[in-house]
T-cell receptor, first 118, second 111 residues
Framework: SAVISQKPSRDICQRGTSLTIQCQVD?????MFWYRQQPGQSLTLIAT?????????ESGFVIDKFPISRPNLTFSTLTVSNMSPEDSSIYLC???????????????FGSGTRLTVV | GNSVTQMEGPVTLSEEAFLTINCTYT??????LFWYVQYPGEGLQLLLK?????DKGSNKGFEATYRKETTSFHLEKGSVQVSDSAVYFC??????????FGGGTRLMVKP
């Protein structure tokens, strides 16, 4: 399965600023996913990013707040814009790298970015 | 859309006890099912998976069977260790290849 390098691993940011999170995959993948895990909560999908097209955002998430880039098949960035303390979460990227036909044998996750907004 | 319901934690067990974490799902068709584990301070790791009805996923002594008739994918382990202390997430694959996660169940194993 793919290996994902995600950075930064953690950051403390001032409210009103922006942070860009990067994910680099060691193989080409069609789809990349960005998730948010709020403190003590489960994971919520923010958006799906395909190379060469606009990201698809889930309900409650908008492009102005979470712009995503997907310049090629091995890289993606997520920016958290105009941050507030409510954005303090772990952000994770994920790829679907183990699909064989119609069966999916597993998704791989980055190690996460722990963001604290003060 | 899909949904996943897990038993709420925390689940506290003594070492060598039997573990069951219940997971039920709603989804159309025959989605792949997963259990992920998150150890303290770490990211998510795939624990096991099942891709079709009656499949049994297994890894590190953990098992889960894909039960289509009851839409369940309960996680079991016969003898837990302190090192199994973590948060466990059940997940179902949905349309667009996205994962829907359950709320997570924190397991605490005491020596």
């Amino acid at each position: 399965s793919a290996v994902i390098s995600q950075k930064p691993s953690r950051d403390i940011c001032q409210r009103g600023t922006s942070l860009t999170i990067q994910c680099q995959v060691d193989s080409q993948v069609t789809m990349m996913f960005w998730y948010r895990q709020q403190p003590g909560q489960s994971l919520t999908l923010i958006a799906t990013a395909n190379q060469g097209s606009e990201a698809t955002y889930e309900s409650g998430f908008v492009i102005d707040k979470f712009p995503i880039s997907r310049p090629n098949l091995t890289f993606s960035t997520l920016t958290v814009s105009n941050m507030s303390p409510e954005d303090s979460s772990i952000y994770l990227c994920s790829v679907d790298s183990s699909r064989q036909g119609r069966y999916n044998y597993g998704y791989t996750f980055g190690s996460g970015t722990r963001l604290t907004v003060v | 859309g899909n949904s996943v319901t897990q038993m709420e934690g925390p689940v506290t067990l003594s070492e060598e006890a039997f573990l069951t974490i219940n997971c039920t799902y709603t989804a159309t068709g025959y989605p792949s099912l997963f259990w992920y584990v998150q150890y303290p301070g770490e990211g998510l790791q795939l624990l096991l998976k099942a891709t079709k009805a009656d499949d049994k996923g297994s890894n590190k002594g953990f098992e889960a069977t894909y039960r289509k008739e009851t839409t369940s994918f309960h996680l079991e382990k016969g003898s837990v260790q302190v090192s199994d202390s973590a948060v466990y997430f059940c997940a179902v694959e949905g349309a667009g290849n996205m994962l829907t996660f359950g709320g997570g169940t924190r397991l605490m194993v005491k020596p």
